[in-house]
């Protein structure tokens, strides 16, 4: 019978044995894989590991901050990366969503082989894949799609020739979760929905800047606190805010607003492949709409998605 701790001390004492005294580099994303993961690996070789967090300027409203603060906390060795500007620059002007996906891939990669190239020696690269991502590795949208179609650009960064360690490959979600929650890893990260690793750069239909992400964070920030706060963050798999690339006329006082339209999404599902949009209360959704117009500058309109996948995708992008 599969139990959390018999996997932990098990793992624990392979990763020992595989790595030796050797050095691992891992990135982490702040999801629940590559944490957990990382925390696996922690355990058996200590600051051995050494983790890369980055800021692709991509993220939720100080998410950037507040996850480094929990790695710092748990322990890990974590190099926090500020590359916003880098990305913002790879982004500039691209609208078609698989040029954006291939642009924060390929700066990714870049930004992660520099910091893999700052470890003296380092033979492994740690990574959160877990089964699922094993038997559906050739996934369209997915993070290795991007880093495949780079590879037939410019031909493997370093780090991609280290060799791998994937102490969770073997597991499916709801386990990597218990193994996470034996291994006192916080709330705040095991609980967490899903985020698309090209993040809030494909939430925002169409080119995207600086100014843009700043105000989709801030419609983010008040729908999933008020999930949270609504006691709905846990009944739903996955929410989020989606900024749109056209603006449509209001009313304010005695004057026209023509202001930018953001849609909500969430939905329930197992892994991904299929999702049911949630029929979150009315009442809920009512006063996410009032609260994202009043104080988000920009924002006139507040829109519901009510679409299935399929047909949709749960990402507009
Ligand atoms: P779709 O939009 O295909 O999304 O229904 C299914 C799940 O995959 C996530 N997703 C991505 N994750 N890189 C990722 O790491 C991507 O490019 C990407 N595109 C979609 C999405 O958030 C959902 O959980």
Redesign the pocket.
Known sequence: DWTSDIFIDSSIAALKAKIGKDKVVMGLSGGVDSSVAATLIHRAIGDQLTCVFVDNGLLRKNEFEEVLDSYKHMGLNVIGVDSKKRFYDALAGLTDPEEK?KAIGRAFIEVFDEEAHKIEGVKWLGQGTIYPDVIESV?????S??IKSHHNVGGLPDFMKLSVVEPLNTLFKDEVREVGRALEIVEKIIGRH?????GLG?RILGDVTEEKVKTLQEVDHIFIQGLKNHGLYDKV??A?AILLPIQSVGVMGDERTYERVVALRAVG?VD??T?DWIHLPYEFLGKMSNEIINRVKGVNRVVYDISS?PP??????
């Not at 899903?194 to 090209?198: A, K």
């Not at 949709?312 to 992008?317: D, G, K, L, N, R």
């Open positions: 996906r996934s369209v949208k997915g993070p799609a991007t899903p985020f698309p690793g090209p494909i798999w996955q989020g599902s991904g492949m999702a996948k949709a995708t749960i990402e507009w992008e």
